[in-house]
């Protein structure tokens, strides 16, 4: 069975994809994250102590509603998925660090 396939509205209807790997660090609110720039230097701060050589692969602002890579979750009208986690999760992502339930999101791979 194909991981993609289309339904008669357009949509890619995707298969939920595998994040067992995945090591998740998630933060409640907190009054030091103001907006996505702080959250992405905290989040890199995590990234290089817990992965070393690392690369940045998807992530989200709730705030601004943006998302990268940009247009990512167009195939995702009717998923429960969002596009930036499934690309972030398809491209070996091995670190989720999630600030405030969502609110900003990042994923991250190793190059070891």
Not at 52 to 78: K, N
Not at 85 to 90: P, S
Request: aromatic share 12%.
């Amino acid at each position: 069975m194909s991981e993609l396939s289309s339904e008669s509205s357009g949509a890619c209807i995707l298969h939920r994809p595998d994040s067992a790997q995945i090591e998740i660090v998630s933060f409640a609110a907190s009054s030091e994250v103001t907006d996505y720039q702080v959250a992405m230097q905290q989040a890199n701060k995590i990234a290089e102590s817990k992965l070393e050589e690392h690369m940045l692969l998807s992530w989200y602002d709730r705030d601004r509603d943006f998302e990268s890579p940009q247009h990512s979750s167009e195939c995702h009208a009717e998923s429960a998925i969002p596009g930036y986690v499934d690309y972030g999760i398809y491209h070996g992502a091995c670190l989720k660090v999630d600030f405030e339930q969502g609110r900003f999101v990042f994923f991250y791979r190793s190059f070891d």
